[in-house]
């Protein structure tokens, strides 16, 4: 797949998209001749909303500051950030990865299959959903890749009652449509079978963040399946009433995993991560939508228009990942200071881990996008 030059396509600081819209059965799915996401004037009422904001000397758009907006991604363009290379020392002595001195955007070009990304329904019709990703990009999920078994009984069921608008999911990116060297459409798989791919028993952790299908219930419990071989997953039927809706079999729901059976196979989950983890984890098993303890490592300003300005953490062990300036949004840090700083302890959610050796990791520190529950 070819790779985006360097420098190229350097563009002006974005909009933010939307929770969502529907279509209805008839509806369309939003353009597929192009990454970003049109705004929509709809927003779903629970989620934070903000006016778009343009970079300073450009002039804003004529009644942008009409529009309600949703922050899942509110962003700007940024220097290139290189993982992997050699070390160097900050003026404190530490080492860092060379070269990350800036943080910028995760753009089209830098997906690869396999990309684990956050997505936010936005639009959807009986053969299809369309996705908000990170960065203001765009997504679509084909009805063959929303279930495990499209051809099943479940598989049947109507996709604009399992996914109403602004539903927030793990996507897997599976394909990346090229014209003219450009990539103009994003494929998404939401099967738990490849989010949740290299999981195993004796690999998952207290508080993991996955998705999952409802397979069935028993008594008291509603059954469900990771998509990995041997490994099911169990969560209380009082938990459910939480829900606006009780999931049907086929639904995909997420869930916090709390305790593993690894001889029977069996995971005790929950329908709420509000737990960040610390333990260490290999890179292979980083998933998006896992809650972590982060620790900040650098602050970068960026320019005199904030270009480039963001975080540079480790989390769980030795791994590393980057905060892009607006998912800083308005967090605070977890020892009560105002103002993130250098060393400070933060909870932060995967935002989107692309693949690579080592992988790279956007991360958020959004409240709305922390505080995420099964919808």
């Given at each position: 797949m070819p790779k985006r030059k360097a420098?190229?396509?350097?563009?002006?600081?974005?909009?933010?998209?939307?929770?969502?819209?529907?279509?209805?059965?008839?509806?369309?799915?939003?353009?597929?001749?192009?990454?970003?996401?049109?705004p929509d004037a709809e927003v779903d009422a629970h989620l934070p909303t903000a006016a778009s904001k343009k970079r300073a000397g450009k002039k804003q758009k004529k009644g942008a500051a009409d529009e309600a907006w949703f922050t899942f991604l509110d962003v700007c363009p940024g220097?290139?950030?290189?993982?992997?290379?050699?070390?160097?020392?900050?003026?404190?002595?530490?080492?860092?990865?060379?070269?990350?001195?800036?943080?910028?955007?995760?753009?089209q070009g830098d997906l690869e299959i396999g990309s684990v990304v956050l997505a936010a329904v936005r639009d959807v019709n009986e053969e299809e959903l369309t996705?908000?990703?990170?960065?203001?990009?765009?997504?679509?999920?084909?009805?063959?890749?929303?279930?495990?078994?499209?051809?099943?009984?479940?598989?049947?069921?109507?996709?604009?009652?399992?996914?109403?608008?602004?539903?927030?999911?793990?996507?897997?990116?599976?394909?990346?449509?090229?014209?003219?060297?450009?990539?103009?459409?994003?494929?998404?798989?939401?099967?738990?079978?490849?989010?949740?791919?290299?999981?195993?028993?004796?690999?998952?952790?207290?508080?993991?963040?996955?998705p999952a299908t409802v397979s069935g219930d028993e008594e008291h419990v509603v059954k469900l399946d990771f998509g990995v071989e041997k490994l099911r997953g169990l969560v209380k039927k009082s938990e459910l009433s939480k829900l606006a809706s009780r999931p049907s079999p086929g639904s995909i729901i997420m869930v916090a995993v709390q305790?593993?059976?690894?001889?029977?196979?069996?995971?005790?989950?929950?329908?709420?991560?509000?737990?960040?983890?610390?333990?260490?984890?290999?890179?292979s098993l980083l998933k998006a939508g896992l809650l972590v303890s982060a620790r900040v490592k650098k602050v970068f300003s960026g320019d005199e228009n904030k270009v480039g300005a963001g975080l540079l953490t480790n989390f769980c062990g030795s791994l590393t990942g980057v905060v892009h300036l607006h998912h800083q949004g308005s967090a605070v840090a977890r020892d009560g200071a105002?103002?993130?700083?250098?060393?400070?302890?933060?909870?932060?959610?995967?935002?989107?881990?692309?693949?690579?050796?080592?992988?790279?990791?956007?991360?958020?520190?959004?409240?709305?996008?922390?505080?995420?529950?099964?919808?």
């Amino acid at each position: 797949m070819p790779k985006r030059k360097a420098g190229a396509d350097v563009d002006d600081e974005e909009e933010p998209f939307q929770r969502g819209r529907t279509s209805g059965a008839g509806g369309t799915s939003g353009a597929t001749d192009g990454g970003s996401a049109e705004p929509d004037a709809e927003v779903d009422a629970h989620l934070p909303t903000a006016a778009s904001k343009k970079r300073a000397g450009k002039k804003q758009k004529k009644g942008a500051a009409d529009e309600a907006w949703f922050t899942f991604l509110d962003v700007c363009p940024g220097e290139a950030v290189k993982f992997g290379s050699p070390l160097l020392e900050d003026e404190d002595g530490e080492a860092l990865p060379q070269e990350i001195r800036s943080v910028r955007r995760l753009r089209q070009g830098d997906l690869e299959i396999g990309s684990v990304v956050l997505a936010a329904v936005r639009d959807v019709n009986e053969e299809e959903l369309t996705l908000n990703l990170p960065f203001n990009l765009l997504g679509y999920a084909l009805r063959a890749q929303v279930f495990e078994d499209a051809s099943s009984e479940a598989g049947r069921q109507s996709l604009l009652e399992l996914f109403p608008p602004g539903m927030l999911l793990v996507a897997v990116i599976t394909s990346v449509m090229e014209k003219d060297g450009k990539k103009i459409r994003v494929e998404v798989s939401l099967r738990p079978s490849l989010a949740n791919a290299g999981l195993t028993a004796e690999k998952l952790v207290p508080q993991m963040w996955l998705p999952a299908t409802v397979s069935g219930d028993e008594e008291h419990v509603v059954k469900l399946d990771f998509g990995v071989e041997k490994l099911r997953g169990l969560v209380k039927k009082s938990e459910l009433s939480k829900l606006a809706s009780r999931p049907s079999p086929g639904s995909i729901i997420m869930v916090a995993v709390q305790a593993v059976n690894v001889a029977a196979g069996t995971v005790r989950c929950s329908l709420a991560s509000s737990e960040p983890m610390s333990h260490a984890l290999e890179p292979s098993l980083l998933k998006a939508g896992l809650l972590v303890s982060a620790r900040v490592k650098k602050v970068f300003s960026g320019d005199e228009n904030k270009v480039g300005a963001g975080l540079l953490t480790n989390f769980c062990g030795s791994l590393t990942g980057v905060v892009h300036l607006h998912h800083q949004g308005s967090a605070v840090a977890r020892d009560g200071a105002a103002e993130v700083k250098k060393n400070q302890l933060v909870a932060a959610r995967i935002l989107a881990v692309v693949p690579g050796t080592p992988p790279v990791v956007h991360l958020t520190l959004l409240p709305h996008l922390l505080d995420w529950s099964a919808q």
